[in-house]
């Protein structure tokens, strides 16, 4: 998802920050994390990619 976030935000209006393409374009994947494997999974998921959008 780095790689499409990076180019998404490349065409984009400068307001749109790279984070919250990360953030966005990872939520399909909260929603079957959470349907697949569970509410502990997911909340790590959550977690770990917004550290990750913060120092991105």
Known sequence: ???TSMLLEQVSPS???LSLFLL???IP???IGLK???KKFTFYAIYTVFI???FA
Do not use: A, P, T
Request: charged share 10%.
């Open 1 to 3: 998802m780095f790689g």
């Open 15 to 17: 307001y749109l920050l």
């Open 24 to 26: 966005i374009l990872n």
């Open 29 to 31: 994947l909260f929603l």
């Open 36 to 38: 697949k494997r569970g």
């Open 52 to 54: 990750y959008s913060l």
